[in-house]
């Protein structure tokens, strides 16, 4: 089943991100079986201010230990995460 996880950081983390962003990409590429899609939201200016994965995971609570696991999670740079399933409707420019 796939799952979407959105993450917002915390105001003023800028530094915290990218302290921990090698961590963070080495982390998400052991699980590059279960990452569909995925990338940085960005603010206004353009600058990475949360971010959004689509996994696949056999549960909720899958994905969930998949956001916690997370070296940016762990660090305390999300202000809110959210885990929800997710129905991919559209996929490279068509429908599913």
């Known amino acids: 089943m796939l799952f979407a996880i959105i993450n917002t950081d915390r105001p003023a983390s800028l530094d ?3 302290a921990t962003r090698t ?4 982390y998400l590429d052991s699980k590059m079986g279960t990452i569909i ?3 940085a939201m960005l603010d206004t200016e353009g600058k990475p ?3 959004l994965l689509i996994v696949e995971a056999e549960t909720i ?3 969930r230990a998949l956001a916690a696991g997370d070296p940016y999670a762990k660090a305390g740079l999300f ?4 885990v929800r399933p ?3 409707v559209y996929v490279n420019g068509g429908r599913a």
């Open 49 to 51: 201010a949360g971010s």
């Open 37 to 39: 899609n995925g990338g």
């Open 86 to 88: 997710f129905r991919q």
């Open 61 to 63: 609570e899958d994905a």
């Open 23 to 26: 961590e963070h990409l080495a």
């Open 79 to 82: 202000e809110g995460s959210v």
């Open 16 to 18: 915290l991100r990218m």
